[in-house]
């Protein structure tokens, strides 16, 4: 048995998130019977899991499970993304790519590399942190080119108080008021080991980088700061939502494609 490392690019507007759906079982299931390749009239939105858990079947005849090493909400992109998945018979990695982007390539997603990792390798428990990248277009014209790669705030920002405030996420701190209502994570405890906001001209991108992240951590760490840059809230809120952990109390939910799904780190 083999256990293929891959790197994954792919354009979250096509996608309904990272983890498989049931959608993607019934399509697998006509793949199965009939061997279809992909075409126009498949086009949908499958998840990415899906999409290259089908492809991986169409060249080996082998059902997969490809595990990623985070689970992008819908319309979330990712630059690299990483997973993994075993084959019982070895394919040249080189040959694999190829022939999964020939099936992938049409649904908005992209094998950037495959290599052939120890079997102890995971692409989500062996990872050390994990970088996102959220984008803010601040101007008053409407985007055309950017409508599904980043968040169109009208309003003049006010920069310098969205850079205090963002310092005040780094380290150890409950993010109770900073996760989602159906986050199922044990622990709302979290390190967050970078948080840097950068503006070139009309763009603002956020970097933020952890170990791991609450379910909408990050796109509601940004609305939070965006309503600071706003003069919606107080500068001084982010520290006492770190005290208080009110959800209700926080900015809003950014919205999914402005996120960016930076790289994995091992």
Known sequence: ???????????????????????????????????????????????????????????????????????????????????????????????????????????????LSISIVESDFHARFSAKSREYIYRVINRNAPLMLDQTR???????LELNNMMIAAQHFLGTHDFKAFRAAECQSKTTIKTVDYFNISKQNELIEFHVKSR??????????????????????????????????????AGPTAPAYGLYLLRINY
């Open 1 to 111: 048995m083999c256990r293929y490392k891959i790197s994954v690019e792919y354009d979250g507007s096509f996608f309904c998130g990272w983890q498989q759906q049931r959608q993607d079982q019934v399509l697998l299931s006509v793949v199965s019977q009939r061997k279809l390749r992909y075409s126009q009239s498949t086009i949908r939105k499958y998840s990415v899991q899906g999409v290259i858990e089908m492809a991986v079947f169409n060249i080996t005849g082998e059902h997969v499970i490809v595990e990623g090493a985070g689970r992008t909400d819908s319309g979330v992109h990712a630059f690299n993304q990483t997973a993994h998945f075993d084959l019982l018979k070895f394919v040249d990695p080189h040959r694999l790519q190829s022939g999964i982007n020939f099936y992938t390539r049409m649904h908005g997603c992209s094998i």
């Open 150 to 156: 980043a968040w169109h705030v009208i309003q003049q």
């Open 212 to 249: 791991s992240f609450l379910h909408n951590q990050v796109r509601i760490m940004v609305g939070t700061i965006v309503w600071i840059g706003l003069k919606k809230l107080p500068v001084s809120i982010i520290e006492h939502l770190l005290i208080d952990g009110t959800r209700s109390n």
